[in-house]
């Protein structure tokens, strides 16, 4: 599986962002999904992630209530929705693929994407 991040950008506090990840493959469908962000000078982090089917939603206390994670088996596709934006959610952010049924912070990510950078300013 390979991933495309895209939607990043230069916004104010207080924006929205809608972050997409497109993945190659047939098996998409079977994929458990995951965005992470990595702050500047700061380990990566988990944000989000989704079950396969898109029934089962698990969320970083951190963006609880602000973002929203999506997908699109038809189109390949996760999104992020971003709303309410801080500055602390400045970041690198990485979406990724896990074949483990965990959704949340303890899965074990098999494909990462490429990143897409947010940056939040005050």
């Known amino acids: 599986v390979q991933l495309q991040a895209s939607g990043g950008g230069s916004v104010q506090a207080g924006g929205s962002l809608k972050l997409s990840c497109a993945a190659s493959?047939?098996?998409?469908?079977?994929?458990?999904m995951d965005w992470f962000r990595q702050a500047p000078g700061k380990e990566r982090e988990f944000v989000a992630a989704i079950s396969s089917s898109g029934g089962t939603k698990y969320y970083a206390d951190s963006v609880k209530g602000r973002f929203i994670i999506s997908r699109d088996n038809a189109k390949n596709t996760v999104y992020l929705q971003m709303n309410s934006l801080k500055p602390e959610d400045t970041a690198v952010y990485y979406c990724?693929?896990?074949?483990?049924?965990?959704?949340?912070?303890?899965?074990?990510?098999?494909?990462w994407g490429q990143g897409t950078l947010v940056t939040v300013s005050s």
């Open positions: 493959g047939r098996t998409f469908s079977s994929y458990v």
């Open positions: 990724a693929a896990s074949q483990s049924s965990v959704v949340g912070p303890r899965t074990i990510v098999d494909y």
